[in-house]
């Protein structure tokens, strides 16, 4: 019984939290061919909704993507190859629409960056390291200082 009760809350809670991106391509957008419609679907997946800007258009609902998606399967059917579709979308949005930017050199400072800057971190830590002053070692205490301190802890 309790089991069969876990099993039913982890069912509910999965189709709770399932990603509700499943189900912004509509019905009447998908292609027949199921071949076409997966190429349909990569290519939508690396294109970015210029609306929502951080989800694809395959995962977004906006008016915007369903029209690009709707553009790509059209482009598809047409027998343009994936890349010439996405060139196409890129092309009428620039470069921004791809969701993975390539590597050109409209992007070199894009792809650079990161390692740009664990370059100019590193120097900045050799540079802080070398330039902190170095600890001398402590003069020893003089025997007046040493009973003078014996004097004000009563020893």
Known sequence: MIDLRLSRILVALVLLLAPASA???NPDEMLKDPALEHRAREISSQLRCMVCQN????DS???LARDLRVLVRQKLTEGDSDRQVIDYVVSRYGEFVLLNPRFSEKTL???AMPFGLLVVGILALVVFIRSRPTRR??????AEEKARIDEILGR
């Open 23 to 25: 189900f912004a391509v």
């Open 55 to 58: 989800q694809s258009i395959d």
């Open 61 to 63: 609902n906006a008016e």
């Open 109 to 111: 400072i894009l792809w």
């Open 137 to 142: 070692p402590g003069d020893a205490l003089t």
